[in-house]
Structure formats: C-alpha cells, structure tokens
C-alpha cells in the first residue's frame, strides 16, 4: 500500500476514533462536559504547536548561522528548497555532539533545518545533502503540524476518560447516578483507545520517515547516498561513548533523521547489507537489499511498535526499490 494511502487510512481512522467516542459520550452522558475537556485538550496541542520552535531551538542548542559562517550547508539548503520549491528554510547549527540532523517549523515558511556538529565530520556531500533532502521534506510534507494534529486524538481521548470514569459518582441527580456505570466503562475504553491511538501516532510517525526519505530520493539525491548517511550515523552514535549527550537528546529523538536510542540493535542489523565492511552502502549492496527477505524477530516488531522510526533494515529495503525504480 503507498505511503499516501496509509496516511490518509489512519488520519480517517483516527478522526473516526474520535468521532464514535464522542458520540457515545454525547448521547449517553450528555455533549457538555466532554465539549469542554475536547476544547482543554486542544488548547494545550495550539499552546505546543506555537511555542515548540522554541523550545526545540532551546533544548537542541541551535545556533543560526549566516551564509558567511557556513557557506557550503547554505548553498545545498538553497539548492533542496528550489528543487522543492519552498522559501528557503533557516539554517542552523546545534551545538550537540550527536551526529544527526532535523526539521521543525510551524509552517513551510517557518521552515528550520539543523545539523549537529558531530554530522558535518561524519559525511560527505554527497551523503549530508541526501540528509537535508530527507529534512527539506519534512517541511514540504508539513509533518510536524501533521503529527501534532494526530497527537491531539489521544490527549482527548485521555481527557474523555477522565471524566466519564468520575460522571456520576459524585452527583446526586438519580439520572447522572444511573449513568454513572455507563461513564465508567466508556471510561475505561477511551482510556483503552488512548493507548491504541498513541501507538497509532507512531505508526503515523514512521510513515513520514518513508515518505521523508521517497522525498530526498525525489529532490535528485541518490538512495544509496542516503542508505549509506543512515549507516554512519548509526555506526557513530552506537560507537559513541558520549553517553551524557545521548541522554540529553533523549526527549528530541522524534526529530532526528535516526533514533540514536536504537543504534547498537540497528548496527548489528546493518552489519549484514555491508557485506565487504567499507562502512557504506555502495548501489551494488543497496540492490542486493532488494532481493532480501526482511524478516524481523517477534520482539523486533514488538519493539518498533513503540518507536518513532522504522527498523532500520526495513527502511534501507524501502530505499532499495527506489533506487531500482530510478
């Protein structure tokens, strides 16, 4: 199934979630008092979607940088923005060891593109472009306001369960009383549907990783360019001994083009595509990864169900048929 129509099935299948619960609510329990934790809730998703550029910029340690400072990275942002055709984003530089990148912004035009210091050592040109494609199409995408109107489905289911748990507990009224069953079980299935739909906004997350990567491949950058700046940067970071800066990355790692949690378990995985250990992905083992019958472990898939990113094998597979495409 594309990418697109997966996106699309699981916005309908979320937003229709969401629409049966309060539904339900409404007609057993009455529409005020869930229209009111359904509006709390979406109060603090805008409060998070106004103020997160800042404090991603904060926590990350980014530092702007003009075309004079960082000439090269400015040119290739300009190149991806006009193959893209959006405005040119910011251009930033985090002051973090952790080799990565990522994109946030509010909107196409309040686009912001970061590299961490530790990245510009690591790749190549070639490489650290095909990296900024896959950034660059984030914010084509609108992935950030995407996910955070997907993530704004389990607050409120979470709020719905709060509430109708305790309706009629407390009340005198023999009607709300009589309810009061009905509010607790509701309760406890919205509480149950809190925990599908978050595990939903991974999944969602993790298709705009695919799509993100398709993107870069679409913006002229070569998949094995990419496959092979995903190699590195998992190899670094499952390498690194900087254990305090994993750790301080640890809440950001949604943002990154790799989890950097998840290096050592994908360095061990990766380690196979790379068959005469030069550490990159030359075309010839990317098209070898076609022809391979991915095939995870039970606790594997168990465990990617709680990230944010693809497996990685998975992901290189997927580059894999672009780049026979191509």
Known sequence: ????????????????????????????????????????????????????????????????????????????????????????????????????????GRTQKDGRICVTQGILKLLNRDELKAVLGHEMSHIKHRDMAIITLLSAIPMILYWVALTTMFSGSSSTNSRKKSSGNYGLLIGIGAMVLYFITNLLVLYGSRIREYYADKGSVELGNQPNQLATALYKLVNASARSRDKKAQKQVEGAKAFFVTDPTRSMTELSELSQIDRNRDGIIDQYELLTVRQMDVK???????????????????????????????
Do not use: C, D
């Open 1 to 104: 199934m594309g990418l697109q129509t997966r996106m699309f099935l699981l916005i309908a299948v979320m937003f229709a979630v969401l629409y049966g619960v309060i539904t339900l609510v409404g007609t057993i329990l009455g529409v005020g008092s869930a229209l009111v934790y359904i509006i709390i809730a979406l109060g603090f998703i805008l409060l998070q979607y106004l103020i997160s550029p800042a404090i991603v910029g904060w926590t990350m340690k980014v530092k702007w940088v003009t075309e004079q400072e960082e000439p090269e990275l400015h040119k290739m942002v300009a190149e991806l923005a006009q193959q893209a055709h959006l405005p040119k984003p910011k251009v930033g530089l985090s002051q973090i060891n952790v080799p990565n990148a990522f994109a946030y």
């Open 296 to 326: 995870l472990s039970f606790w594997a898939k168990v465990a990617e169900l709680f990230t944010t990113h693809p497996n990685m094998l998975k992901r290189i597979k997927q580059l894999a048929s672009y780049s026979v495409a191509a």
